[in-house]
DNA sequence: TTGAAAGCGCTAACAA
DNA sequence: TTGTTAGCGCTTTCAA
């Protein structure tokens, strides 16, 4: 590897003169920036940023912690950091935690090792008591999930409030028998959307059923066998309300394997507006989420946090609104 | 932040002594490294890796360059290599070029910069003189697209054979005026498959219209302009190939805006086999990639080029599959 | 089993 | 305007 000694050498100059040439120092002459750029360039050196971050302290790297880069939400916020990280000289690492709170753990021991300058983390849920306290020594925004006892500044979704009002158009549409597929209640959205689901059953004074609930992991394919599981086990339940957008896309093919008319048999009702939702068949009525204006959002708060230590501001809580499309009806009549 | 000099201090040894504890040394013995271990961890010391890459002159990241996360192959590619970096001990350092030349140099040069140790590249077509020559000094995988003047690692589709196929399939539904929207030429996917459907229909002796054709970015809004222009301009079309999955979200979309019946008035083609495109409406025939698996294979290249600095193989090509379904038919009559 | 010294590549303070 | 010296945190000789 070329460094600036060789540069130094191969012109006669002392290795701090290139260093001062090569950061444009005003105290060095023009000719003498001028070789120097050249000869760096003719030799293919590159900095080494590992001797830059000793010497400087700080390193040029954002961390975003995710638990699944396919989520649509994710990917938005990935492509939105990576945006703004382009312009201004930054490196994004990426880690994928998959909710493991132990990969989670290792993913923000290596980005304080890298010495980052803050992380978008979306907090798995059962984070360790190592990584709670990895985070409080650096700048962090959290991603739709909410843990308290991480910092304040987070992007987030007004979950219970949104279940609630989805779970209330099902039952404006005469819907009684209202089943609930979504994410393990530790994940705070995960709870937060069941506890909207719950409360709107109950202020209906509907009676429920524990079995017409299904938590587990966001991937398709949990939604697929907790649809499967329902229709066997349920068979009298009239709408489903999927509290995921990839848990609803395995939703979707089970139906689809089952044959199950939509909304005829059953109503569905999504979350998360996905681009894909709108040409789904049925096309999919859910709770749309503003993914642009949050991962935007969330992007200044990491940038604002790096440029002011103590930074803090009130949670940014987004609601989603209800897009009525095909996929939800009036409940069918009883046999 | 903490050192090994700060808990070589708290504990009166010197700071080698740690460093060889903390390292599992077999010179140490067993009360010293658990003093020094429990000492480090009271004290919340994390290792500094810029000093560690500066010793070892290596370090444990690699770099993953994409035009778009969101594209699905692109972020399943993502996951599969970030899983295995997670086991391995590895950091993957994320880049989004959106296909512009210096946005790529600049991921590189900063990979280069950082030490990375190879890098996974979805090259933009136009790669500058200065991307290359960085490519040359880092092991790298090339993800579907493919430049020759880089390394001889890639994972790639038979992208000319599967749009021959799809054009086929149109022409044995009885189209003659197909259309097809796609990735600029300049782009080794985009001309390959474009060149598949200009050979499939120069095989079967159909008259072509350069009207028929629209190049572009792979955004979804290209997709529905594309699509809205061809409605306008192109009346007499009655097949459409979309050549990537995203501009095939946006021009679904367009169809749904002109109420164009899907496939009564246009066939519809799609490329690759997203998840989506089987729920929905109609659910679209494609050519289906085998994301999983290619995903898995550039993974496992990648990690064969860090084992063994001269690691060659025969580029993976991978076949897609015409998979069937609603959104084509027979061509309908001319009026 | 432990310590002292050197050096990785870079930048900043000080000297010439 | 340029050069000398020192030191960031770490690991690796070599010495004790």
Known sequence: MVTIKHIAESLGLAHTTVSRALNDHRSISV???ARVREEAERLGYIPN??????????SRILGLIVPDVQNEFFSAVARALANECAQQGYQVVLGVSEDDPQREEEHVRALLASR????????CGRSTAA?????????HVQLLRFDADLGPLSVRVADEQ???AATRHLLALGHRHIAYIGAAAELSTGGARLNGYLNAMQAASVAQDPAWIRLG???PEFGR?????????????????VASPRQLLGALKGLREAQVAVPGHL????YGDTEWFEVSNPAITGMALPVHDMSAHATRLMFSALREPHFTEAAAIFEPQLVTRESTGPARRKI
Chains 1, 2 share one sequence.
């Open 31 to 33: 000719a003498t920036k």
């Open 49 to 58: 940023s590992g001797a830059r971050l000793m010497r400087n302290g700080a």
């Open 116 to 123: 980052a300058l803050g992380v978008m983390v979306a907090p």
């Open 131 to 139: 990584t709670r306290q990895m985070l409080a020594r650096l700048p």
């Open 162 to 164: 949104a279940l609630n």
């Open 217 to 219: 992991s966001t991937l």
């Open 225 to 241: 066998q907790a649809v499967l599981g329902l229709l066997t086990e349920c068979p009298d339940i009239t709408a489903l309300i």
């Open 267 to 270: 109503s569905l009702m999504g």
